[in-house]
């Protein structure tokens, strides 16, 4: 079946333009998640999303960030006026029920932003 | 907060070598632990998870991983290399109850010599 896509694959942004990065989870995924990957390094939680509910936002590094997932589907991480240091991966994972305990997050293939 | 270790950035093995990558957790009460890999401009790809039914966890393509606890170490090994091996590995954890977000080590990129 298909798996987790995001889109663009690759973002060029001038720095202070806004960005919006989306995620199509498998379909019937209960949980959403977005994760920052900084170059050479693991992936960094930023928010998590149950349906259409976020149930949290704390890694979300500035109030610059905004992500939504209005029908309880697909998601939009946005971000105003970009700055350097929001080069990253930002990858979308999805889980079939409320994604802890046992249950396997689902990783796409990122969206690779670099700000110049 | 949950946490692991990935000891060592890189790890060069000749192909049908032993791999060895090494994880420590930080919790007082064993977590749940996951094993990725990530190929070039690819996503992160399970490969196994600890969800203490047994300590020894076999994964996708040959990988396998023991948790020790007393040594609160979740290694991942394979007997023997394959070219196709070459990418990064991400240690990751999770706690009990109703925690969702994983937490990630460093990562190690493994490279494999002809």
């Known amino acids: 079946g298909a798996g987790v896509s995001q889109s663009p694959r690759y973002k060029v942004a001038k720095r202070g333009q806004d960005v919006a990065l989306r995620c199509d989870p498998i379909?019937?995924?209960?949980?959403l998640f977005w994760y920052q990957q900084a170059l050479g390094q693991g992936p960094e939680f930023l928010t998590y999303?149950?349906?259409?509910?976020?149930?949290?936002k704390s890694g979300l590094p500035s109030d610059r960030f905004f992500a939504e997932r209005p029908e309880g589907s697909v998601s939009t991480l946005k971000i105003q006026r970009t700055q350097q240091e929001d080069s990253a991966v930002y990858l979308c994972?999805?889980?079939?029920?409320?994604?802890?305990?046992?249950?396997?997050?689902?990783f796409g293939p990122g969206t690779r932003l670099t700000v110049l | 907060a949950q946490s692991v270790t990935q000891l060592g950035s890189h790890v060069s093995v000749s192909e049908g070598a032993l791999v060895l990558l090494r994880c420590n957790y930080s919790?007082?009460?064993?977590?749940?632990l996951f094993w990725y890999v990530q190929y070039p401009n690819q996503g992160l790809q399970l490969l196994l998870k600890?969800?203490?039914?047994?300590?020894l966890v076999k994964g996708i393509n040959g990988f396998e991983a023991e948790f020790k606890k007393s040594e609160t170490s979740f290694h991942l090994t394979k007997p023997s290399a394959h070219m196709s091996d070459a990418a990064e590995y991400f240690c990751?954890?999770?706690?009990?109850?109703?925690?969702?977000?994983?937490?990630f080590g460093a990562g190690t990129t493994v490279t494999v010599r002809a």
């Open positions: 994972a999805s889980s079939p029920r409320q994604g802890w305990g046992t249950d396997t997050q689902y």
């Open positions: 379909s019937g995924h209960v949980s």
């Open positions: 999303f149950q349906n259409e509910a976020q149930l949290d």
């Open positions: 919790s007082s009460v064993p977590p749940y």
């Open positions: 600890y969800t203490s039914a047994a300590t």
């Open positions: 990751a954890v999770r706690g009990l109850s109703n925690d969702y977000k994983l937490s």
